[in-house]
């Protein structure tokens, strides 16, 4: 069954979604084929922190009938934080995503999580779009996670106003990214060197507002 109350998306359209990111659909199938089997020590890694971290926002959402938006959902590896014994119910996850090869991966992952038994009521949808241009009406969320996604948007000042604007009053904002080190001047300057790199960052940032 779906979720108690599904979230009305506003859709950006597609030409706004391609003025920051080019459609590549061999390059976006071999990133998300990578994205699914190429992160799983990292994920290892960050798991006690994370679960801490979703366990504070869980418990901070409706018990019923909550809308989550995860901003570049990927592949979905939150989903089974999202899945944990004592989770709301009823929730309208709904994934943000430029690349369309993630899309199957998020939803089998939703799946092995348990986060789609039937009796926890809740729907999962990932739509195309950029965190840029957020494809949901004002004050539309009750959280939004965002997670290893703002080390890679064009624009990370738009992409936050963008998570404000959708976010309900008193909703709350997940993040956890990448950052320069503030501790080691050399690896702060090979982070400069290879931005684009995924794996060459190692500090993490958090903050729930």
Do not use: W
Not at 146 to 171: D, H, M, W
Request: proline share 7%; net charge neutral; with cysteine.
């Amino acid at each position: 069954k779906p979720a108690l109350a599904e979230a009305q998306l506003a859709m950006t359209p597609d030409i706004k979604v391609q003025e920051f990111y080019p459609l590549d659909k061999s390059m976006d199938a071999g990133f998300a084929n990578f994205m699914a089997t190429g992160m799983e020590s990292y994920e290892q890694a960050v798991a006690p922190m994370k679960r801490e971290l979703f366990k504070r926002l869980l418990g901070s959402i409706p018990p019923q009938g909550a809308t989550v938006v995860e901003v570049g959902m990927g592949t979905f590896p939150n989903a089974v934080y999202f899945g944990t014994k004592g989770a709301p119910t009823g929730m309208d996850i709904i994934g943000v995503d430029p690349n369309d090869g993630m899309k199957g991966f998020a939803k089998d992952n939703a799946k092995k999580a348990g986060l789609m038994e039937p009796s926890k009521k809740n729907s999962l949808r990932v739509v195309h779009g950029v965190a840029e241009a957020l494809p949901f009406e004002t004050a539309s969320a009750d959280a939004v996670v965002c997670t290893l996604t703002l080390c890679s948007v064009y624009n990370p000042k738009q992409a936050v106003a963008e998570i404000k604007r959708v976010l309900k009053p008193g909703g709350v904002f997940l993040f956890h990214e990448h950052v320069l080190s503030e501790t080691n001047p050399a690896f702060a300057k090979e982070q400069r060197c290879q931005c684009t790199t995924i794996t060459t960052t190692i500090i993490i940032t958090v903050t729930i507002i």
